[in-house]
């Protein structure tokens, strides 16, 4: 969001962010249009003049160890969220032009996979099952003849957050390694090209429904250690088992130990450019 919006405003748009903490939004985002309090804005529906949301909110999935608590704030988050937006837009005079979703390549499941956009979503996996829903409550705008989008996001590599960031910390201390067996795809994505299909679904009309946000190549989990150990100039010699994983993450560790060989076909016939197709020129320019 943070990426999102400070390119937006680098190229000369108004952006409107909506925020549980308009303080901390300031901080992190200067220069936007409004920084607007996401239950008080939206109860008093006076926003006027949008030409496009995009919606990324939602609960931090691998935030901490799966539990029924944690999962029902994963599902609500989101839900919840998306299902608000709709209902704000829906009473808007002036409708914006496209609304753009946040999903996730969560929804085809932890079976090793090839999968594009058509791939069913599979149905004995909790993430898949909140993307549906989450999806689901976004297509509600199609009735109002709004363009949408749902980038389903990869795993995002970005040297101060998310996977990367903690993955990095072993390899300094020369202890890193793959996560279980290394044979589980790992569909990455660098932070400039998830950011960059963001908005060039913002600024296509081309691109509608479901999106893979994820880079062309894909490579299995020890590959991934192998290549971030070259880049980092440390080895790749430890692994973390299954077990220890389970301990930590509980069922969420079925999000790290599997994973979908996804295919971004789709956005690059749409006209896409990746700016990082292979990932050790991704890792080498995160971690230069």
């Known amino acids: 969001g943070k990426k999102i919006s400070q390119k937006l405003i680098s190229r000369g748009d108004e952006v409107f962010v909506l925020t549980r903490s308009a303080n901390h939004a300031k901080k992190t ?53 998306t299902r608000s937006m709709v209902e704000f837009i829906s009473r808007l005079d002036s409708k ?27 149905d004995d996996y909790y993430l898949a099952k909140v993307v549906k829903v989450w999806e689901s409550e976004s297509s509600k705008v199609d009735e109002m003849g709004i363009r949408r989008v749902n980038v389903r996001v990869g795993v995002v590599l970005d040297n101060n957050e998310g996977a990367l960031a903690k993955m990095i910390k072993p390899f300094k201390y020369f202890a890193g390694g793959s996560i279980g067996s290394g044979t589980q795809w790992f569909s990455w994505i660098h ?67 599997g994973g979908a060989k996804v295919n971004s076909d789709k956005i690059r016939k749409l006209g896409y450019k990746f700016q990082f197709e292979r990932v050790k020129e991704a890792l080498t320019d995160l971690l230069k």
């Open 96 to 122: 914006p032009k496209v609304f753009i979703s946040a999903s996730a390549i969560g929804i085809y499941g932890c079976n090793n996979a090839e999968a594009d956009e058509n791939f069913p979503a599979a």
């Open 191 to 257: 932070i400039e090209d998830i950011v960059g299909i963001f908005l060039f679904a913002l600024d296509n009309q081309n691109v509608s429904g479901a999106v893979n946000g994820a880079a062309p190549n894909p490579v299995t989990m020890k590959v991934f250690a192998a290549t971030l150990g070259k880049v980092m100039n440390r080895p790749s010699f430890f692994s973390v088992p299954k077990f220890a994983l389970k301990l930590i993450l509980g069922e969420g560790a079925e999000a790290v130990l």
């Open 29 to 81: 985002i200067p220069n936007a249009a409004a920084y607007l309090d996401w239950k008080t804005n939206l109860i008093k529906e006076n926003i006027t003049g949008i030409d496009a949301v995009i919606n990324l909110a939602g609960e931090n999935v691998m935030g901490r160890r799966w539990n029924d608590e944690h999962k029902k704030a994963v599902l609500e988050s989101r839900v919840i969220i």
